[in-house]
């Protein structure tokens, strides 16, 4: 079983949808929760991050963990075409090494 | 301003040859990593540092090798002894910081690696 899993999409949504990215984790020791977006043949670039449970909202973007659950999850309002990329969840444990899911792949049809 | 530069964006590396990737990074950060992005497969970690003069093994370490003798820069050199090693490389870099841990990564813009 992989530590962190992520479902690849594709995923294509209307322009303004709500779009929902979610990933699952297996150890209880991830304490630190990361959202990335990468363009094609690009670095990912860093969306968001959170220590705790709960919600945190940036702009158009809302980072969601549950611990309890094991699941996080990164809602998109009004999404724009800018949006489609590949969006990549990660994970800090105790240690010093970050655990990434696959990355689920988002289109935003105009 | 601020941030981790590789190069090059794009290299060709004939079979048997060894070729360098190079980090750079001003962010003054003290952990470096490389990783290796394949499609389907996601980011693989290959090497990662925490502080100068040395670093420890990832998951892919195979037929890799790294330096790291100043804290701006951590090249990865990919040997003939790598029997795949066309793919996508990111080069990543954190700050410690409570206890310690490290906070969240930032990237550079990758180099793709094709063998010809």
């Known amino acids: 079983q992989k530590e962190v899993e992520q479902d690849p999409g594709p995923l294509s949504v209307p322009e303004g949808a709500i779009v929902s990215l979610n990933c699952t984790y297996s150890n209880s020791a991830f304490q630190y929760f990361m959202w990335y977006r990468q363009y094609s043949r690009k670095g990912p670039e860093l969306l968001m991050y959170t220590y705790s449970s709960g919600n945190k909202e940036d702009g158009r973007f809302t980072a969601q963990v549950d611990k309890s659950s094991k699941y996080i999850s990164l809602f998109i309002r009004d999404s724009q075409p800018s949006d489609s990329a590949t969006y990549l969840c990660?994970?800090?444990?105790?240690?010093?090494?970050?655990?990434f899911g696959t990355g689920t792949s988002l289109t935003v049809i105009p | 301003d601020g941030g981790i530069t590789q190069s090059p964006k794009y290299l060709f590396r004939k079979e048997g040859q060894n070729v360098t990737l190079s980090c750079e990074q001003n962010?003054?950060?003290?952990?470096m990593y490389w990783y290796r992005q394949d499609p389907g497969q996601g980011l693989r970690l290959i090497y990662y540092s925490q502080i100068v003069n040395d670093f420890q093994k990832g998951d892919i370490a195979e037929g890799y090798s790294v330096s790291r003798e100043k804290k701006e820069s951590f090249p990865l050199t990919v040997t003939s002894a790598q029997k795949n090693p066309t793919a996508f490389y990111l080069c990543?870099?954190?700050?410690?910081?409570?206890?310690?841990?490290?906070?969240?990564?930032?990237f550079g813009q990758g180099t793709r690696l094709t063998v010809v």
């Open positions: 990543a870099s954190s700050s410690a910081g409570m206890y310690g841990l490290n906070t969240e990564a930032f």
């Open positions: 990660a994970m800090r444990g105790t240690g010093n090494q970050f655990y």
């Open positions: 962010l003054n950060h003290d952990a």
